[in-house]
Every structure is written in C-alpha cells, then in structure tokens.
C-alpha cells in the first residue's frame, strides 16, 4: 500500500486555514463586544485575535511549501513549535473572553 504524502500536507495546510478562520471569526465577536461594552479590553482581544488570525494565515501557506519541500528531500517535517505556540495563544485569548463575558 502506498502512501501519498502531499496529501497529508495538504490537510495540514487546510487544518491551519481552518484554524486561522476560526480566530478570525473570533475576532469579529470580540469585536462586536467591544463595540458593545466599549470595553478597551475587549478592543485588545479582538486585536490580538485578528493579528493571531492572520498570522496563522499567512504563516500556514509558507509553511505548505517548506512542508512539501522537507518531503521531496525525505527530511523530517516538525510542527510541534507553531503548534504550542498557536495552542498557547488560543488558550490566553479563550481566557481573556471567558473574563470579558464573565465580568460585567
């Protein structure tokens, strides 16, 4: 049986996409509450959410293209770094909302 490994770097890919989207439509929320609450706080979440965002989007086509070059070249692909530092990032920011939501 034979394995294709573009394709396992291309739902990589796309799951990074999906999650850059899914912060951008966080950031649209945040957004809205600010707008809402006129909170600076919130200002601060919905900015560190879209910067997030688009970072995770336009840090994941680079990454495809290293990915798929690591792969030509048979040399190990690493994803543990941004994966941390993306799931970090969402963490704090989950948090920041929960106390956004929580607190009057």
């Known amino acids: 049986m034979s394995t294709d490994h573009g394709v396992q770097n291309e739902r990589t890919s796309l799951a990074w996409v ?25 200002v601060g979440a919905a900015a560190a959410a879209a910067l997030l965002a688009f970072g995770v989007l336009g840090w994941s086509h680079d990454h495809y ?13 690493d994803h543990a770094l941004p994966a941390l530092l993306v ?15 929580a607190l009057p």
Not at 18 to 42: D, F, H, N
Not at 65 to 75: G, I, M, T, V
Request: charged share 15%.
């Open 18 to 42: 999906r999650t850059g989207l899914g912060l951008a439509g966080c950031a649209l929320l945040a957004g809205r509450l600010a707008i809402v609450r006129q909170s600076p706080w919130a």
């Open 65 to 77: 293209r290293r990915a798929a070059r690591q792969l030509r070249e048979q040399r190990p692909v």
């Open 87 to 101: 799931t970090c990032a969402v963490f704090l920011l989950g948090a920041l909302a929960l106390l956004l939501i």
